[in-house]
């Protein structure tokens, strides 16, 4: 079980970043995902989580109404999409996917277990 991200890099204030995180030996409907992201001094934070328990999907208020979801059909590959990026959206971003059921609120939350599959990462930097 594995996770790639990508799509990062440096992006105009107010532009759009489409992220997206590839799986392999499983597929996203049987797990749900995590987007989080670690700004540089600052603790990790869940932007996105959707739950396979019971398709509940939760957003943070920093990127509401800024970020779309979406998968490709096998469910292998996950992307998330940021609209009107801003410079506090600079970051590394991750995806991550549960070992174990739970609810999207508490995964983006940090509630998560050690043995949650994590990707490697992508730099997101947003400058005028």
């Known amino acids: 079980v594995q996770l790639q991200a990508s799509g990062g890099g440096t992006v105009q204030i107010g532009g759009p970043l489409r992220l997206s995180c590839a799986a392999s030996g499983f597929t996203f409907g049987d797990r749900g995902i995590g987007w989080f992201r670690q700004a540089p001094g600052k603790e990790r934070e869940g932007v996105y989580c959707?739950?396979?328990?019971?398709?509940?999907?939760f957003t943070d208020d920093s990127v509401k109404d800024r970020i779309t979801a979406s998968s490709d059909s096998a469910q292998k590959t996950m992307f998330l999409h940021i609209s009107n990026l801003k410079p506090e959206d600079t970051a590394v971003y991750y995806c991550?996917?549960?070992?174990?059921?739970?609810?999207?609120?508490?995964?983006?939350?940090?509630?998560?277990?050690?043995?949650?599959?994590w990707g490697q990462g992508t730099l997101v930097t947003v400058s005028s």
């Open positions: 991550a996917v549960p070992r174990h059921p739970i609810s999207s609120y508490y995964f983006c939350a940090g509630y998560g277990s050690p043995m949650d599959t």
């Open positions: 959707a739950s396979s328990r019971d398709g509940v999907t």
